[in-house]
Nanobody
C-alpha cells in the first residue's frame, strides 16, 4: 500500500523560503505522477504543482516563478522548493501520488507565512 509522508512545513516570514519533501513508500515511485496541493482555511484544495513520470511540470499561475517542483526517483521523494513566500501561501500542503485511476494522499504539512 502506498504511503506518503510530507515534511518541511513551518512558520516563515513573508519573502522567506521553505522546502517541502514528500517521501513515498509501498510501491514503485517512478511510475507515479506526483503533485502538491494546498488547502487554506475555508477554501477548496487546489493544485499547486505537478510533475509527471516523464518529468513534465506544471504550476498554478500564482506560484510560477516562485515555486519549483522536483523529484528524485532514487530516493522516492518529491520536493517543493518555495521561495518569495507570501501570506497568501499559508495553507496545509499535501502531496499526491497518481497512477491511472489510483490516487494516494499524504497527511499534509502546515505552512504559515507571516506578514
Amino acid at each position: 500500500q502506498v504511503h506518503l509522508v510530507e515534511s518541511g512545513g513551518g512558520l516563515v516570514q513573508s519573502g522567506g523560503s521553505l522546502r517541502l519533501s514528500c517521501t513515498f513508500s509501498g510501491s514503485i515511485f517512478s511510475i507515479y505522477d506526483m503533485s502538491w496541493y494546498r488547502q487554506a482555511p475555508g477554501k477548496q484544495r487546489e493544485l499547486v504543482a505537478a510533475i509527471s513520470t516523464g518529468g513534465d511540470i506544471d504550476y498554478v499561475d500564482s506560484v510560477k516563478g516562485r515555486f519549483t517542483i522536483s523529484r528524485d526517483n532514487a530516493k522516492s521523494t518529491v520536493y517543493l522548493q518555495m521561495n518569495s513566500l507570501e501570506p497568501e501561501d499559508t495553507a496545509v500542503y499535501y502531496c499526491k501520488a497518481k497512477n491511472g485511476g489510483l490516487g494516494y494522499w499524504g497527511q499534509g504539512t502546515q505552512v504559515t507565512v507571516s506578514s
